[in-house]
């Protein structure tokens, strides 16, 4: 079984700044991608962004892309999420998940999520 824990989360004005940190724990971590998802009120939860075994690699949604960064640090089973020039539309609860496999394809584990607010 693997807990992923994400922490982080808040209120920011449009423009500012948060880092999202998600604490994984129960399987070998540096093995697997990990990525982030988030989730609108009323819509469907949506790709982030994510990042394969060793951070050589990273993915990002267009909406998000140079704005959000994902990184990892595998000695300490950490994968971050550094967001910047946040806008209301960011406003969503983020997860982070962890995939089944080597590739960036089915995501088999979820966090709880974090609450992002971002008020113009």
């Known amino acids: 079984q693997v807990q992923l824990i994400e922490s982080g989360g808040g209120l920011v ?41 060793s951070g050589s690699s990273t993915y990002y949604a267009d909406s998000v892309k140079g704005r959000f960064t994902i990184s990892r640090d595998n000695a300490k089973n950490m994968v971050y999420l550094q967001m910047n020039s946040l806008k209301p539309e960011d406003t969503a609860v983020y997860s982070c998940a962890a995939y089944a496999g080597a590739t960036i394809t089915q995501v088999k584990y979820w966090g709880q999520g974090t609450q992002v607010t971002v008020s113009s």
């Open 13 to 53: 004005q449009a423009g500012g700044s948060l880092r999202l940190s998600c604490a994984a724990s129960g399987r070998t971590f540096g093995s697997y991608p990990m990525g982030w998802f988030r989730r609108a009120p009323g819509k469907e939860r949506e790709f982030v962004s994510a990042i394969n075994w």
